[in-house]
T-cell receptor, first 114, second 113 residues
Framework: DTGVSQNPRHKITKRGQNVTFRCDPI?????LYWYRQTLGQGPEFLTY????????KSRLLSDRFSAERPKGSFSTLEIQRTEQGDSAMYLC????????????FGPGTRLTVT | QKEVEQDPGPLSVPEGAIVSLNCTYS??????FMWYRQYSRKGPELLMY????GNKEDGRFTAQVDKSSKYISLFIRDSQPSDSATYLC?????????????FGTGTRLKVLA
């Protein structure tokens, strides 16, 4: 399968714990995006990388959130000191830089904070 | 007011019907218009994208953009039960802002066998 993959698919954690999600983009894609989707809403942009450089972070991305793409391939999204309001689906997408209108999404990681 | 408005549905139609899904938007800078299909608890799947105004057809799907009215549509012909999903529209600017999608809330579609 050459699509975008995300792990884990589902994470349940207690409030205050740290969690980390991984995204593996389509191999030739140099752009990688993170979105958050809550029930009944469309995805909301969080941040994106071009190769290993993080070029933009949304105001939605509080100080408790950090994302990395160390070698320009896979990316991780870490949430520290989770809160119940962090419960959502975290989606990763990838694209070529000159085809940013053609983003392909992974299956998402569903986070439940209890 | 949200930048992109989409009726959440649900929209129920009989199998074989023509489905019309719509979004309106307020930002005239949007140039790229995308439609995604999302099955329950899955990631969005890109169906089509359109640049600026006009129509685009791909199999049973047709996307239309009317920039003068700030209105976009997705038509599904000969709808099937397997088309039952949430359909999301997304929009972005051209140039350096193309990556920054603004999504609608999605319309839930049910195609009844």
């Amino acid at each position: 399968d050459t699509g975008v993959s995300q792990n884990p698919r589902h994470k349940i954690t207690k409030r205050g714990q740290n969690v980390t999600f991984r995204c593996d983009p389509i191999s030739e894609h140099n752009r990688l995006y993170w979105y958050r989707q809550t029930l009944g809403q469309g995805p909301e942009f969080l941040t994106y990388f071009q190769n290993e450089a993080q070029l933009e972070k949304s105001r939605l991305l509080s100080d408790r959130f950090s994302a990395e793409r160390p070698k320009g391939s896979f990316s991780t999204l870490e949430i520290q000191r989770t809160e119940q309001g962090d419960s959502a689906m975290y989606l990763c997408a990838s694209s070529l830089s000159d085809r940013a209108y053609e983003q392909y999404f992974g299956p998402g990681t569903r986070l439940t904070v209890t | 007011q949200k930048e992109v408005e989409q009726d959440p549905g649900p929209l129920s139609v009989p199998e074989g019907a023509i489905v019309s899904l719509n979004c309106t938007y307020s930002n005239s800078a949007f140039q790229y218009f995308m439609w995604y299909r999302q099955y329950s608890r899955k990631g969005p799947e890109l169906l089509m994208y359109t640049y600026s105004s006009g129509n685009k057809e791909d199999g049973r799907f047709t996307a239309q953009v009317d920039k003068s009215s700030k209105y976009i549509s997705l038509f599904i012909r000969d709808s099937q039960p397997s088309d039952s999903a949430t359909y999301l529209c997304a929009m972005s600017r051209s140039g350096s802002g193309t990556y920054k999608y603004i999504f609608g809330t999605g319309t839930r579609l049910k195609v009844l066998a």
